[in-house]
């Protein structure tokens, strides 16, 4: 798989038009990406701050989010910083997240304004308070963490049983009970977020499964992402 570039040049060229403080840059031969200024701005549209970036299709854009770099070394590259030691893009979202928010389509300038400004607001609330607003761990006990906020439960078990039900793909009758042992009725319970994180892939679901029952057994919880490698 490889990034969509022309995708990428376009939705650039309608990015910049909305955000001028950033720049398209196409070199022939080189991979396109927009770098400049990110503005933070207030309820009442006044600057607060701004970070530099520069952002890259990556390897699979529109499939995974572009890669995000914040360039004017104000925030350190470490994964306690929600950036990547590697290659120091930003950690953006858990992988299952950014999987269905690319999978219900992205553009560029949604990516910038539902994505990109809130991760920036979150690194500035840290910069100034020392901690984040909204945090979740790295690589897969985010991803459980990710899981257990849609399913709403602390429970990893009644994860796993979801994500199996979401792994079956039948859908139970809607008026039987949740399988999640609410006793309500799976409609006016799980169905709508089992039917959101049915579109993940088999082979991701089984991967997350693995995750969550691993965790169960008390195995250890791999530290490192493993984002990319379906
Ligand atoms: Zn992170
Ligand atoms: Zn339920």
């Avoid at 650039?12 to 200024?37: D, K, S």
């Avoid at 929600?82 to 953006?92: A, D, L, R, S, V």
């Avoid at 006016?188 to 039917?195: G, L």
Wanted: charged share 25%.
């Amino acid at each position: 798989m490889s990034a969509d570039l022309s995708l990428f040049n376009r939705e650039a060229a309608l990015l910049v038009q909305e955000y001028p403080e950033l720049e398209h840059v196409m070199i022939q031969g080189e991979i396109p990406f927009v770098h400049g200024q990110l503005l933070l701005k207030d309820e009442e549209g006044d600057l607060i701050t701004e970070y530099s970036i520069r952002m890259e299709p990556g390897p699979d854009y529109p499939n995974w989010f572009p890669w995000v770099f914040e360039t004017g070394g104000r925030i350190p590259i470490n994964i306690d910083w929600h950036i990547f030691e590697n290659k120091g893009n930003c950690c953006i979202a858990s992988a299952p997240e950014e999987a269905l928010i690319c999978r219900k389509g992205i553009t560029l300038t949604s990516f910038v304004r539902f994505q990109v400004i809130p991760y920036f607001f979150n690194q500035l609330h840290r910069e100034r308070m020392g901690f984040f607003l909204n945090e979740r761990s790295h690589g897969n006990l985010g991803h459980l963490e990710f899981f257990m906020e849609e399913f709403e439960t602390k429970d990893v078990s009644i994860v796993i049983k979801l994500l199996n039900e979401a792994r079956s793909r039948k859908e139970p009758k809607s008026n039987s009970r949740c399988i999640c042992g609410s006793k309500r009725k799976y409609q006016k319970c799980h169905r709508s977020a089992v039917r959101k994180i049915a579109a993940l892939t088999n082979m991701e679901l089984d991967h997350y499964l693995k995750i969550a029952n691993d965790f169960i057994s008390d195995r250890k919880v791999p530290k490192e992402d493993s984002i990319t490698n379906f």
